[in-house]
C-alpha cells in the first residue's frame, strides 16, 4: 500500500479545510462543483425573480397613471407613485362610498 505523504500524491480532503481566502482546498474542488452549479441556478431564479419585479413596478405605474385620479392621489405630499397606487387599490376610485375623510381614515 502506497505511503500518502510521498512526494506526488494527491491529498486527500474531508472538505473542511479551508484557505485563508474562505474558498475551498484544493484537494476539495471536485466536490464543489455540484455546489457550484446550484448556486449559479440560485443566481439565474433571483435573477428571472428581480427581471419580474422590475416588470410589475412598470405596468403597475403604467396602470396607475393611466387612471384618472392618479393625479389627485400623487398630490398628497409624501405619497410617490408606488404608495398612491396601493391606496387606490385599497380604497377604490368611489369617492361616493365615504361621506367624509373621517370615513375614509377609519
Known amino acids: ?22 474558498t475551498a482546498c484544493t484537494g476539495c474542488r471536485k466536490s464543489s462543483r455540484p455546489w457550484a452549479r446550484e448556486a449559479q441556478t440560485l443566481i439565474q431564479q433571483l435573477d428571472a425573480t428581480c427581471r419580474s419585479v422590475d416588470d410589475l413596478a412598470t405596468a403597475t405605474e403604467e396602470a396607475f397613471f393611466a387612471h384618472p385620479e392618479a393625479g389627485i392621489i400623487t398630490s398628497f405630499p409624501g405619497l410617490p407613485m408606488t404608495s398612491g397606487a396601493r391606496v387606490l387599490a385599497e380604497v377604490g376610485d368611489d369617492r361616493k362610498r365615504f361621506a367624509d375623510a373621517r370615513v375614509l381614515a377609519a
Open 1 to 22: 500500500m502506497p505511503d500518502d505523504s510521498a512526494a506526488g500524491s494527491i491529498p486527500r480532503s474531508n472538505g473542511s479545510e479551508r484557505s485563508s481566502a474562505g
